[in-house]
């Protein structure tokens, strides 16, 4: 559209992480914006665009106090693990490997706090 208006376009950007597979199918494209690709990240994983073993970096993080049965605390925070929203529809801050069940329900600085219902100790 711009061309048809006299515009001369150099640069066609393209990108996301999920969309980065399809660059090669916009023509004329020149450069692709992929963000997180080449680390993977739990938004990634959830959105089906690349897998867990995909991901490149993982916090470990070890359980500190258990103050209730369904809540726990971590010493990995905001420092740590990332603040960013994860996609729509997804309530949980960060994946906890093989507990599905288990939330990272908020972070500060230093720790993370995890809560599942229903959880035993």
């Known amino acids: 559209m711009l061309r048809t ?18 660059w090669r199918d916009v023509r004329g494209a020149t450069e692709i914006r992929p963000g997180t690709y080449v680390y993977g990240d739990a938004n990634q994983v ?18 500190i106090s258990t103050p209730e049965a369904t809540r726990a605390v971590v010493d990995a925070g905001s420092k740590a693990l990332s603040i960013d929203l ?25 720790h993370g706090v995890l809560t599942a219902d229903g959880a035993t100790r």
């Open 5 to 22: 208006e006299g515009v001369n376009v150099i640069e066609i950007s393209v990108g996301s992480t999920p969309t980065s597979r399809y």
């Open 86 to 110: 994860r996609v729509p529809g997804v309530d949980s801050l960060g994946t906890v490997l093989d507990h599905p069940a288990l939330q990272l329900e908020r972070l500060s600085e230093e």
């Open 46 to 63: 959830h959105l089906g665009s690349q897998s867990v073993d995909g991901c490149v970096f993982v916090a470990i993080a070890t359980v």
